[in-house]
């Protein structure tokens, strides 16, 4: 069984600068969801992604944006990157069946805006 | 207030001990509780979750749900040095899809 994947690892922006993250959800699991975890914070929810449509956001402004493909993997865009985006940005995968609560996480994609 | 509110730490114990993680929380609407692990530039790892109120046992982890005084707990029995990590609680009403977190608690388990 595959597990989460994203990429990149990390990456460096400047202000202003639009990034696109990207996330392979696990083996058997159509829902992803994006958390972003600020240093020495708890992951806050971004948005979640379910047949291709966006099923439920967070509190973040629209310059953050997504996709969900139909092999089920995503990208997170965010667009105008201001400083206080820097973050780990988490991508989790779960399935209806097994419910939303039981979301795996991948390893993050580490994002500094300068 | 936040929905759910976590002792950052950090926690430091010696090996062998019987380590003790709370989180408490605010919104009754609640009904699955996870506890996940993250290292160091990783991921969190979902170590286990309950539903409603009740304990779960899983090896030496231990998870404690109590609905009436909004109280969650993770007990570690011989902790050990590769159990060093931030623990993280997190709750989800059930129907909905945003898991709320808690901060973390660093936990540090010396030889």
């Known amino acids: 069984e595959t597990g989460v994947t994203q990429s990149p690892t990390h990456l460096i922006k400047t202000r202003g600068q639009q990034v696109t993250l990207r996330c392979s959800s696990q083996?058997?699991?159509?829902?992803v969801s994006w958390y972003q975890q600020a240093l020495g914070q708890g992951p806050q929810f971004i948005f979640q992604?379910?047949?291709?449509?966006?099923?439920g956001r967070g509190n973040f402004p629209p310059r953050f944006s997504g996709l969900q493909f139909p092999n089920y993997s995503s990208e997170l865009n965010v667009n105008a990157l201001e400083l206080d985006d820097s973050a780990l940005y988490l991508c989790?995968?779960?399935?209806?069946?097994?419910?939303?609560?039981?979301?795996?996480f991948g390893p993050g994609t580490r994002l500094t805006v300068t | 207030q936040k929905e759910v509110e976590q002792d950052p730490g950090p926690l430091s114990v010696p090996e062998g001990a019987i380590v003790s993680l709370n989180c408490t929380y605010s919104?009754?609407?609640?009904?699955?509780f996870m506890w996940y692990r993250q290292y160091s530039r990783k991921g969190p790892e979902l170590l286990m979750y309950?539903?409603?109120?009740g304990n779960k046992e899983d090896g030496r982890f231990t998870a404690q749900v109590d609905k009436s005084s909004k109280y969650i707990s993770l007990f570690i029995r011989d902790s050990q040095p590769s159990d060093s990590a931030t623990y993280l609680c997190a709750a989800i009403s059930g129907g909905y899809n945003k898991l709320i977190f808690g901060a973390g608690t660093r936990l540090a388990v010396h030889p």
């Open positions: 083996s058997g699991h159509n829902t």
């Open positions: 309950t539903y409603s109120s």
């Open positions: 992604y379910y047949r291709e449509e966006e099923n």
């Open positions: 989790a995968s779960s399935t209806p069946g097994q419910g939303t609560h039981e979301q795996y």
């Open positions: 919104n009754s609407a609640f009904q699955y």
